[in-house]
Nanobody, 111 residues
């Protein structure tokens, strides 16, 4: 049974940072691409960042230069470092791998 568990969300002021983590189990982590998506209220879920098994990560234009995705295949985790956060980054963030989704973690950027 594949399980993805996100952590690290919370409330942060504009300009602040957060680090999201996603722990995977029940899947051969190193064989799959992984990604982070987000969904704001009233909006469609959108890709934030994606990292293949090998090669270069890609990012939504709105987060380029501020967010960084990384994977640790030894620990079966994928992280999303989010810097210079803006109110428009407020959303529920979801981890995705091989067609499976985590439960999501809320990120709120507000003063």
């Amino acid at each position: 049974q594949v399980r993805l568990v996100e952590s690290g969300g919370g409330l942060v002021q504009p300009g602040g940072s957060l680090r999201l983590s996603c722990a995977a189990s029940g899947i051969i982590f190193s064989s799959a691409a992984v990604g982070w998506y987000r969904q704001a209220p009233g909006k469609r879920r959108e890709l934030v960042a994606h990292i293949p098994t090998t090669g270069t990560a890609n990012y939504a234009n709105s987060v380029k230069g501020r967010f960084a995705i990384s994977r640790d295949d030894a620990k079966n985790t994928v992280n999303l470092q989010m810097n210079s956060l803006k109110p428009e980054d407020t959303a529920v963030y979801y981890c995705w791998m091989a067609g499976f989704w985590g439960q999501g973690t809320q990120v709120t950027v507000s003063s």
